[in-house]
């Protein structure tokens, strides 16, 4: 039966890990475990997930909707808290691995460092959320007129699981023990294959030609 990864990342490593096997005639190089291929679960299988949410987000929905799913965002057990749970427990972790014998060169604390300025920035991130969920109530109904759409910019930038490989590579609504475990294995092996992408839509001749923007440098911790 087909487990679940709780990530697309972790789908997608399984997807490889199998293509892995497949090179190496059904068995992956020092490894004696069969092939199994894992799968995220649709988003309507859990209400509060945060898939679930992001397809609740449409245009259409109401402020009341929007406000709602804020609040369940970043309320007390939400996915924002835990995640800011989470980075603040890495950081302490690094926190009980550091020392201080070579002043020249501590990279440890340096993760440390980025770690506290994650969580930080987190925390920053509910703060603002709590003051634009009060404010989302003020807004329209109502679409506004497109013209006004293109003065700033949209901001999602990656898609749901089941908008990139196609419709099949996502578990429906059906039973797990109605699926075929071995079209499982093959859909995997497309998505993660080297050419799964070339079917989208290539840049304009501008936009390749502008040179690439060089990286920012890291952003020291911020003090509140």
């Not at 190496?24 to 069969?34: I, L, R, V």
């Not at 924002?80 to 060169?105: G, K, M, S």
């Not at 080297?194 to 060089?214: D, F, I, L, M």
């Amino acid at each position: 039966m087909p487990e679940f990864y709780p990530s697309i990342g972790d789908a997608v490593g399984a997807a490889m890990q199998h293509n892995i096997r497949l090179a190496y005639s059904g068995k992956a190089p020092g490894s004696d475990t069969s092939p199994q291929v894992r799968h995220l679960p649709h988003p309507s299988a859990d209400p509060y997930s945060v898939p679930e949410m992001t397809a609740r987000l449409t245009e259409t929905a109401t402020p009341h909707e929007v406000a709602g799913i804020i609040e369940e965002v970043n309320g007390a057990l939400g996915a924002l808290p835990q995640l800011t749970e989470l980075v603040a427990t890495a950081a302490d972790w690094t926190r009980a691995r550091l020392t201080f014998e070579n002043p020249h060169h501590n990279p440890t604390f340096d993760t440390w460092t980025r770690l506290a300025a994650a969580t930080r920035m987190l925390r920053d991130v509910q703060e603002e959320l709590e003051v634009a969920g009060d404010m989302i109530a003020a807004c329209s109904v109502q679409l506004s007129d497109p013209k006004y759409h293109d003065e700033v910019p949209a901001l999602r930038t990656r898609e749901q699981l089941s908008d990139v490989p196609g419709n099949d590579a996502v578990a429906d609504n059906e039973p797990p023990a109605s699926r075929n475990p071995e079209a499982d294995r093959c859909r995997a092996a497309r998505a993660s294959s080297p050419h799964a992408g070339t079917q989208r839509t290539a840049p304009s001749a501008s936009a390749a030609s502008e040179p690439p923007t060089s990286a920012l440098p890291p952003q020291s911790p911020r003090t509140r």
